[in-house]
């Protein structure tokens, strides 16, 4: 029997779901994208900039949830060559509640991949007739809590869970270490 998840866990959930979506709209063969989140109640509280920009909508879901939080994607990033250096070079002022990246990459069935063997080369893996590309949108708050989504391009299946992409979210948690 699984626990149910705290209100937290849940909007980390919906937050981390909408972004999917909501990259799920554009193209594949993407950039690595960033997003913050920020607890939308606080927010509302302490910015009122923030308040006036928000939609009426998210503002009412904010106010009935016990929480909530909005993603800002962080544009700009710094060009480095890995996914690796750019989480490096990141960290979050205490107002941001949660960070979610989007990345892309190739994957093979293990049975794929015990053919090819470990010399393969990276132009066998790609002419693979069993590759696929995964769109891995991984989410955690501050407080550690974690989810992922995952996108598989030829089928379209989307899958959520909290450790499918655990060294990701190790690397993302770091993100918030002082």
Not at 49 to 70: C, K, M
Not at 78 to 107: C, F, K, M, N, Y
Not at 138 to 144: I, K, P, T, W, Y
Request: proline content about 8%; charged content about 20%; some cysteine.
């Amino acid at each position: 029997m699984s626990e149910q998840p705290t209100p937290r866990q849940w909007a980390l959930r919906v937050a981390v779901s909408e972004i999917d979506t909501h990259v799920a709209t554009g193209p594949w063969d993407g950039p690595i994208r960033v997003f913050s989140l920020v607890d939308t109640k606080a927010a509302l509280t302490d910015d009122p900039v923030f308040a006036r920009e928000l939609p009426e909508q998210i503002r009412s879901e904010a106010e009935a949830s016990p929480a909530h939080f909005t993603a800002v994607e962080q544009e700009g990033l710094p060009q480095v060559d890995t996914l690796e250096a750019l989480l490096a070079q990141i960290s979050w002022p205490p107002a941001v509640a949660g960070a979610v990246v989007v990345v892309e990459r190739i994957v093979l069935p293990p049975q794929a991949e015990a053919e090819l063997g470990a010399q393969a080369s990276t132009a066998e893996y790609l002419a693979h007739p069993d590759r696929d590309d995964v769109r891995m949108c991984c989410g955690v708050l501050r407080s550690e809590e974690h989810w992922c989504v995952l996108r598989l391009r030829k089928s379209n299946e989307v899958v959520g869970g909290a450790d499918l992409v655990p060294q990701l979210t190790s690397a993302l948690l770091a993100t918030f270490s002082p």
